[in-house]
């Protein structure tokens, strides 16, 4: 097992079909203990009984764009486990808007949100941890191609990944410093609930499906797969990069 008893944070779990839901099924099968965060009581209703059926130790309230409620996460982690091992941020939010309309027209405010919440959460999540995590301590966040590329309507949270990709390898020096590493995966795309707020999805779906050099989509259990591998010791000199798991998707040009 790859991740025998180690205390790993999961941020990000909606439902089943959540990437953070597969990283947490694969890392329970390699032997993980797990706890998941929620954002407000919709959430924590549907993260109760996945916490429960992966044999999660407890649940703890966290929204990534407040310095507090960070503070607080970590005082209830430190008081269950005292320290971790593992943090996983699959965490990120746009206004619909911005994802609809040309992205020339991305209002102060929508930039803002987006890039707090998905871009800036990850260092204020790595720095208000700090103190509690091991050495060979290791964090994993999600990404996506429209960081690198325009992906049509991806807009303002393109460059929101494109700022935590940047983060990510600047984060890497600093955690370097004490023994400690971070990575990105960059998903191909997955049918999740933040997916099924996006027009159009089934037809992108389908169309990278077709580029793919393995012609088909990604599983949530693959994404799994591959996160337990980065945030084990078998990964050790594995840090700052961003890791595509997306059947191939991005070396196609058509
Ligand atoms: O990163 C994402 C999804 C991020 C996301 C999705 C939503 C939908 C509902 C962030 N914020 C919101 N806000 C909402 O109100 N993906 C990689 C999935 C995704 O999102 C897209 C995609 C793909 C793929 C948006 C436009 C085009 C393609």
Redesign the pocket.
């Known amino acids: 097992m790859m991740l025998e008893n180690k205390k790993c944070l999961i941020l990000g779990v909606a439902n089943q079909k959540s990437i953070a839901y597969g990283i947490a099924s694969a890392f329970r099968r390699e032997g993980a203990r797990l706890a998941f965060s929620y954002l407000g009581e919709a959430i924590k209703k549907r993260v109760e009984p996945i916490s429960e059926e992966l044999g999660g130790e407890f649940i703890f309230p966290c929204d990534v764009s407040s310095d507090e409620s960070i503070a607080q996460a970590v005082q209830t982690v430190r008081e269950q486990w005292g320290t971790v091992d593992v943090i996983v941020h699959s965490v990120?939010?746009?206004?619909?808007e911005a994802?609809s309309q040309p992205f020339i027209e991305t209002t102060r405010e929508a930039f803002r949100v987006?890039l707090d919440v998905?871009a800036y959460s990850l260092p204020a999540v790595c720095n208000a941890f700090l103190p509690i995590m091991n050495p060979g301590a290791s964090v994993l966040t999600m990404t996506?191609y429209?960081a690198q590329k325009v992906?049509?309507?991806?807009?303002v949270?393109g460059v929101a990944?494109a700022a935590l990709e940047a983060s990510v390898r600047y984060l890497s020096a600093d955690l370097g410093l004490k023994g400690m590493r971070i990575n990105a995966i960059s998903?191909g795309?997955v049918r999740?609930l933040?997916?099924s707020?996006?027009s159009d999805?089934r037809h992108?779906f389908k169309q990278f499906e077709d580029v793919a050099a393995l012609h088909r989509n990604i599983t949530i259990e693959e994404i799994g797969n591959a996160a337990a591998f980065l945030c084990s010791d078998m990964a050790s000199a594995i840090t700052g990069e961003t890791v595509f798991v997306d059947c191939g998707c991005h070396n196609m040009a058509l």
Not at 92 to 96: D, G, I, N, S
Not at 151 to 155: A, C, E, G, L, S
Request: hydrophobic share 55%; proline share 8%; aromatic share 16%.
């Open positions: 990120a939010f746009a206004p619909k994802l987006a998905s996506y429209g992906i049509p309507n991806y807009n949270m990944k998903a795309a999740t933040a997916a707020g996006i999805f992108l």
